[in-house]
């Protein structure tokens, strides 16, 4: 069997400017051609701008790492995401971002992250009844089901509160029309067309569907600080957050949470499960590897309630995760702005030109992978490859995720139950479709089968 998973073949020529703004805008992959995975550094020229692809690893430890003050988040990033996240740590930049950081920061050290694990399964639990549900032998979507998990486990980890499936599937199809949207409107940004009919018309939908998202989230935000005001105490990351709030100056509002709890909400569920999605995908189109997962799961624990130690131990489950993260990360593209004139590689970059670093073109590197598209988890058999800077599926430097370790623990918990509960297949003839927007997903689900072990 070819070692290589599905990957959208890119054209080989690159894309004129009337292709991208009326063809490509419903995914960025799409505006990639066969040198985008073998340059250093590219450039396109919009009528009112210019955008980079950097994949020059120096030039991208000079971004973030170096000197990231000098290469903050693209302002047009800021305007598409301010009606979902609000002011969040994802897109503020400078003082603003540290005091963000600093107010989320204690809710994601390791003892917190392991004090939420009971409720991580608690929410796989939930999942393991719903999977029971589905007949053996016909298809259902996975994607879906990864998609629930992970809202369940974000909203018990953060608000100690259980979403309903009908609440989530809300949530999940309003950010669904939200990603389709987003990059509508900016292509328009980017092209530098100002606010007219077209734009509001397509700015309506999602502010729509971003309100019905942080309808959900501020309604727990707004209970829990008036319980919290009275002295109620929780184990969870909103408690942790609104007590590093209240040991400052600033007097935080509703608002000010509940932007940064949706954010968590929004990147600790959709990226999870995105990432847990494709893994699940590569495991049912290798299924030696996948029996090998078996074995090494049943080895550590194999029909007791999984522990954190239990997940801490999975040496190959990890190579694999890090494997599919490598192949599909979950945010493929990361938006930087210009605030000085310089040259790059010889390429003249002006004040306000957007710099992309993209963790999809710098994974799939010939120059930095060996086989780059193929499926290999035993590359990461020396450990993790970060430090050279071609592994960068959480960020690199002062902006890399603050919810890795919560993530990673999430994902070896849920793939472990589901590994050991069950053995997966695609369904036949089926191929998913990826498409690049906020995150990389399948734009027709995830079609798979299970066997009960």
């Keep these: 069997m070819s070692r290589c998973p599905i990957f959208p073949k890119p054209s080989e020529k690159r894309a004129s400017l009337f292709k991208i703004f009326f063809k490509k805008s419903r995914s960025w ?47 047009v990033l800021y305007e598409v995401l301010e009606p979902l996240l609000g002011g969040n740590l994802f897109t503020s930049n400078g003082q603003e971002w540290s005091r963000q950081r600093d107010v989320l920061m204690p809710g994601f050290k390791q003892n917190n992250v392991n004090k939420v694990f009971e409720k991580m399964v ?109 002295g109620d105490e929780k184990d969870d990351i909103l408690h942790a957050v609104l007590v590093t709030a209240s040991q400052l100056e600033h007097d935080f509002s509703v608002k000010e949470i509940s932007d ?60 694999v995760f890090m494997e599919s993260l490598r192949l599909y990360p979950p945010v493929g593209f990361l938006a930087r702005e210009a605030t000085e004139n310089q040259e790059m590689r010889g390429k003249k970059i002006t004040t306000k030109d957007a710099i992309v670093i993209a963790p999809w073109l710098i994974q799939r590197n010939e120059n930095y992978w060996d086989k780059p598209h193929e499926f290999c988890p035993h590359r990461f058999d020396n450990g993790d490859p970060s430090e050279r800077g071609a592994y960068i599926p959480f960020g690199m430097g002062s902006r890399v995720c603050i919810g890795m370790s919560f993530a990673i623990q999430e994902a070896m918990l849920v793939l472990s139950t589901l590994i050991r509960e069950y053995r997966f297949e695609l369904e036949e003839g089926f191929e998913p479709k990826p498409v690049g927007s906020l995150t990389i997903r399948s734009e027709n689900g995830m079609r798979v089968k299970k066997y009960k072990r």
């Design 260 to 319: 940064q709890m949706v954010t968590l909400f929004l990147g600790g569920h959709e990226t999870s499960a995105a990432a847990l999605t494709w893994t699940i995908y590569l495991i049912s189109l290798f299924p030696e590897e996948q029996e090998k997962l078996f074995d090494e799961i049943n080895s550590v624990n194999p029909l007791q309630v999984l522990t954190s130690n239990d997940v801490k131990q999975f040496k190959l489950l990890k190579q």
């Design 122 to 230: 608690e929410a796989t639990n939930s999942m393991q009844q719903r999977l029971a549900q589905y007949e053996e032998n016909k298809a259902f979507d996975i994607a879906s089901e990864m998609t629930l998990v992970t809202a369940d486990i974000i909203f018990r980890a953060i608000l100690s509160s259980n979403i309903n499936e009908e609440e989530a599937k809300q949530v999940m199809h309003a950010f669904s029309d939200f990603q389709k949207q987003s990059p509508k409107i900016t292509i328009l940004r980017m092209f530098g067309i100002p606010k007219n009919r077209l734009f509001d018309f397509y700015d309506r939908k999602r502010i729509e569907n971003a309100k019905k998202v942080r309808k959900v989230i501020e309604k727990v935000v707004q209970e829990r600080m008036l319980s919290f005001e009275n």
């Design 29 to 75: 992959m799409d505006a990639l051609y066969a040198r985008s995975y073998i340059m250093k550094m590219g450039e396109i020229r919009f009528p009112t701008s210019k955008l980079f692809m950097v994949n020059d690893l120096s030039q991208v430890k000079k971004m973030m790492i170096e000197k990231p003050e000098n290469y903050p988040k693209h302002h």
